[in-house]
């Protein structure tokens, strides 16, 4: 019976031995995923700090977006008030230059019949000139002869 308590007691050493060394492997293997795990875990906080960082940028650049939209809205508001203005100006404008063709058109003909006027008064007045010329000479030529003869 020693024997077999000792053959027992060496089976089962071998099966503790064998059962130490395939926990030794278990622990290795678990030492191994636990690094794979905190690699992971570490990794897993960067890319949470980074998608915090990226957030912020994102939400950074719709509130510059954001911004730009009310500035060019701003922008356009004053475009569109400044065309209208530009706009006013140029109807003014052309409202200025007819009338300023419509008058310079009239003085054109005031001075044009002006003219026409002054021109028949000096026909009119060297046709006087003349006439009364004409009479002038036949008087003197009547008083020359002595006889008097009527003015026609």
Do not use: Y
Not at 15 to 27: P, T
Not at 33 to 62: F, M, Y
């Amino acid at each position: 019976m020693s024997e077999d308590i000792t053959h027992e007691l060496a089976l089962e050493i071998t099966q503790l031995r064998e059962q130490v060394r395939s926990v030794a492997r278990n622990v290795e293997e678990i030492k191994t995923s636990v690094g794979l795990i905190a690699r992971l875990e570490r990794t897993l906080a960067e890319l949470a700090i980074h998608g915090q960082n990226a957030s912020k940028e994102i939400n950074s650049i719709w509130t510059r977006i954001d911004e730009g939209k009310k500035e060019r809205t701003q922008l356009d508001a004053r475009i569109t008030t400044t065309n209208a203005a530009i706009e006013a100006i140029v109807n003014k404008g052309r409202g200025a230059l007819w009338v300023a063709s419509i008058m310079m058109g009239l003085l054109q003909a005031t001075i044009v019949g002006a003219v026409g006027w002054a021109a028949l008064r000096i026909i009119d007045s060297d046709k006087a000139i003349a006439t009364q010329q004409h009479r002038i000479e036949r008087l003197e030529r009547q008083s020359e002869r002595g006889t008097p003869q009527p003015l026609s």
